[in-house]
């Protein structure tokens, strides 16, 4: 398994990371979230050997992870890294690239592992074409099947499908992380798309101010945020006397202590986001169908 002792890091003597500690478990998902600049991708470079560290140990089951004071070539065979800025080979084919790293002593076998791994990331129509004509989503996917060719132990992704459309993005996770759990592959996911964490990960970590705010479960983390910060990245909240109350949980009823006026309806799909002003601030909360600016209504929480 993965596991991170008191990592401590800094940029020229400006402090990212402060004494994070944590472990990945044999085909374990793990998911890094917190605010841009919270130091997510600076963690997955450390993990994968990039820098060195201030303080603290990164060990892979017995091997140490080091960093290029001690390690000439960054990198260990038995893990892979996806960086936000994939760097790929432009002018050969998508399937080429894919095959890179892969032996040519069987080469029926090679095609065949090729082909599965462009059916993952939905690429199997662009086989023979330049990687450099791709769209940069079409480009995350050509990365992310290099990075599963060779079947590493554990995939450090950086946010791995931010460049994807959201046409395309659900069959996509869904397909990667499958694979991976099929195939035991630890992952550690930077992510900010709470829909990388919630259906995918089996823990998540919360980076703020350089430190670990709250790790666990994602449906613990959701289910009783302690944290503003923690409620945000799943969905609309209000704080309602000290207490975290997510949108969906206030409900309209007949009559109630809770009198608010309408201010503004947004159409969210299967359900509405009502703005209304209660105690002279703005309140939020779901409903099925708009409402009219104005209107008075009383509101519930309803956990
Ligand atoms: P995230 O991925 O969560 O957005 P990063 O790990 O990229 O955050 O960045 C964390 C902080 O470190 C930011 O304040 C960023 O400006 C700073 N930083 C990132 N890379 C460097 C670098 N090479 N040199 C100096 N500061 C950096
Ligand atoms: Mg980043």
């Known amino acids: 398994m993965l596991k991170v002792n008191h990592l401590s890091f800094s940029y020229n003597k400006t402090p990212i990371l402060q004494d994070i500690s944590f472990e990945v478990l044999p085909g374990e998902h793990v998911s890094i979230i917190g605010e841009s600049g919270s130091g997510k991708s600076t963690l997955l470079k450390l993990l994968y050997g990039e820098m ?4 603290g140990q990164i060990f892979w089951k017995d091997t140490e992870v080091l960093g290029p004071k001690h390690n000439l070539v960054v ?6 890294y996806v960086a936000q800025e994939f760097d790929l080979m432009p002018f050969i084919t998508v399937e080429e690239n894919v095959g890179k790293h892969l032996s040519n002593f069987y080469p029926e076998e090679k095609q065949k592992r090729v082909e599965e791994l462009l059916e993952v990331v939905g690429l199997t129509d662009f086989a023979k074409v330049k990687v450099k004509t791709l769209s940069g989503g079409q480009k995350q996917r050509v990365a992310l099947a290099r990075a599963i060719a060779k079947e590493p132990e554990i995939m450090l992704l950086d946010e791995p499908f931010g460049h994807i459309d959201n046409f395309k993005k659900h069959p996509l996770r869904r397909n990667f992380f499958n694979y991976l759990k099929r195939n035991n592959v630890s992952c550690v996911v930077a992510t900010h798309d709470k829909e990388d964490v919630l259906p995918y990960s089996d823990k998540m970590i919360v980076l703020n101010e350089h430190k670990i705010l709250e ?3 994602p449906m613990s983390l959701y289910n009783h945020p302690k944290n ?3 409620a945000s990245f799943f969905e609309e909240y209000n704080k309602i006397d000290e207490e975290i109350v997510y949108a969906h949980q206030l409900k309209v009823v007949n009559h109630s202590e809770m009198e608010s006026v309408i201010k503004k309806s947004y159409f969210l799909g299967q359900t509405f986001l009502i703005e ?5 601030k703005s309140i939020y909360f779901h409903h099925a169908h708009a409402l009219e600016e104005g209107e008075t209504v009383f509101l519930s929480i309803s956990k």
């Open 52 to 55: 060195d560290l201030d303080h």
């Open 75 to 80: 990198g260990y065979p038995f893990m892979k």
């Open 215 to 217: 790790q666990g479960t």
């Open 228 to 230: 503003k910060l923690v």
């Open 276 to 280: 209304a002003i209660y105690k002279g």
